[in-house]
């Protein structure tokens, strides 16, 4: 069955980075992209980009333009997303979810979610 | 950016009876060339990631119980729940997949039991 495991909470102070892993299992991987999708406490779903695991191809939400950056590591099936510069409004849970490469849109399968805190 | 609107913001409804839930878009979502709606459903129960309930407007994912359908077309879509159960307490978030990204996501619909 697919599997998409994310790492751990993470707590960072104003102006630093944290890097969220995705590692995904049950199917082949690079027959996906991987979206990323979080949520600040209490409220609702923010999309916030797309990696195609077939050729790296990305597209962010321009929002996040110059502090994201999503990669993938196609030897582990793994799916990342890097977040920069952070914010206090980005404390959030962070979820991957799988999207078909073929029909682009629906989310079928998501991680666990993981929960990022930016406290000084 | 397609904007996403949902209503209402949330309802209570009494077990074994009907939920309807809206949600409409800023600009159609229907594909003229395959005649289809670019809209998906979720479901998020509290403490839990999303669950896709729904796609192409009105396909079930496998697996999600016949007492969920979609419905609607163009600009204006609706989730129903034609006999609420205990466990359907949740959030539903509409979500279009049009044209190119962002897919953007409907504010969400909170459902209690009444």
């Known amino acids: 069955q697919v599997q998409l495991v994310q790492s751990g909470a993470e707590v960072k102070k104003p102006g630093a980075s944290v890097k969220v892993s995705c590692k995904a299992s049950?199917?082949?991987?690079?027959?996906?992209?991987i979206s990323w999708v979080r949520q600040a406490p209490g409220q609702g779903l923010e999309w916030m980009g797309w990696?195609?695991?077939?050729?790296?191809?990305?597209n962010y939400a321009q929002k996040l333009q110059g502090r994201v950056t999503m990669t993938t590591d196609t030897s582990t099936s793994t799916a990342y997303m890097e977040l920069r510069s952070l914010r206090s409004d980005d404390t959030a849970v962070y979820y991957c979810?799988?999207?078909?490469?073929?029909?682009?849109?629906?989310?079928?399968?998501w991680g666990q979610g993981t929960l990022v805190t930016v406290s000084s | 950016d397609i904007v996403m609107t949902q209503s209402p913001d949330s309802l209570a409804v009494s077990l074994g009876e009907r939920a309807t839930i809206n949600c409409k878009s800023s600009q159609s979502v229907l594909y003229s060339s395959n005649n289809k709606n670019y809209l998906a459903w979720y479901q998020q129960k509290p403490g839990q990631p999303p669950k896709l309930l729904i796609y192409w407007a009105s396909t079930r994912e496998s697996g999600v119980p016949d007492r969920f359908s979609g419905s609607g077309s163009g600009t204006d879509f609706t989730l129903t729940i034609s006999s609420l159960q205990a466990e359907d307490v949740a959030v539903y978030y509409c979500?279009?997949?049009?044209?190119?990204?962002?897919?953007?996501f409907g504010p969400g619909t909170k459902v209690d039991i009444k």
């Open positions: 979500q279009q997949y049009y044209s190119t990204r962002p897919f953007t």
């Open positions: 990696i195609s695991a077939y050729n790296g191809n990305t």
């Open positions: 979810a799988r999207e078909s490469i073929a029909v682009a849109g629906p989310l079928h399968d």
């Open positions: 049950g199917y082949t991987f690079t027959s996906y992209g």
